[in-house]
């Protein structure tokens, strides 16, 4: 007998915390489901304390994110669905790799390494972090244009704005370096994954057409890599989204895509 997923992990990324699944928590526990939306360690404050202090941020590792999130799964009683937005993409599949999870959702993932496209709407993006390599060791935030273009390109200018105000935080600069040399340095980085693992649960990528920072090129290749007979990997876009699609018009269609695919695939 098969027992469904009665637990749902969301999975922020950067430059937001888990108050950009705010919805999508509602959404689910009307449902019926358990939701969970774990911070990153040091991460358990408003958005407002964290803009006012980055020391968090600046000591961010990639390993103390995982060992949360595995903590946090090790406690459920059952195996539950994980949807990773951004960073939170890269997570749910390390996660997936190690045993964690029934199934995985990446919507607008970073990628895993070893995926090597970088669209220049990426590099422009990702520029305010990568443009001086001081930055390694800060945490970066981004101005409004800069947000603009990277998280919310496809919306209204009022709700850009908005959203910026009410998620933005700075990102570390040692994870985003650490992920962006991930494939020139030597030996695996934290963002390795088996992609011949055999026993990975299923695993679904969803895209935003029209995301600046991650295009739907990035998980289509990153998808691609998934090598292991029998696994489940799918990749599907969605038309006139941004980055943040948790938090654009329309999230409820994303939202209920990814619980159903999932339902299906458990």
Aim: charged share 20%; proline share 8%.
């Amino acid at each position: 007998m098969t027992t469904k997923p009665d637990t749902i992990v969301l999975i922020h990324g950067f430059w937001v915390t888990p108050r950009s699944w705010e919805n999508w928590i509602d959404h689910y526990k009307a449902k019926g489901f358990r939701v969970l939306a774990p911070a990153y360690p040091g991460f358990d404050v408003e958005v407002e304390a964290l803009n006012a202090d980055t020391t968090p941020i600046e000591r961010l590792e990639v390993p103390a994110i995982t060992s949360r999130l595995k903590e946090e799964i090790r406690g459920l009683g059952t195996a539950p669905i994980l949807i990773g937005h951004s960073a939170g993409g890269v997570f749910t599949q390390i996660l997936l790799d190690h045993g964690y999870g029934a199934c995985g959702v990446a919507i607008n993932s970073a990628p895993t390494e070893g995926v090597a496209v970088t669209p220049l709407s990426q590099l422009k993006a990702a520029f305010p972090m990568l443009k001086n390599p001081a930055n390694r060791h800060k945490a970066v935030g981004l101005t409004y244009e800069q947000w603009r273009y990277a998280f919310t390109n496809t919306f209204p200018e009022d709700q850009a704005k908005a959203a910026y105000e009410r998620y933005h935080v700075p990102a570390s600069g040692h994870v985003f370096w650490g992920s962006a040399l991930a494939n020139i340095h030597p030996g695996h980085s934290d963002s390795y994954v088996d992609y011949r693992n055999p026993d990975r649960p299923p695993l679904l990528f969803l895209s935003g057409e029209n995301d600046h920072l991650m295009p739907p090129k990035v998980q289509a290749s990153n998808a691609k890599h998934y090598k292991a007979p029998g696994t489940v990997t799918e990749h599907a876009i969605f038309p006139g989204r941004s980055h943040l699609m948790p938090a654009q018009d329309g999230w409820e269609e994303v939202a209920d895509y990814a619980l159903t695919w999932a339902l299906d695939h458990t």
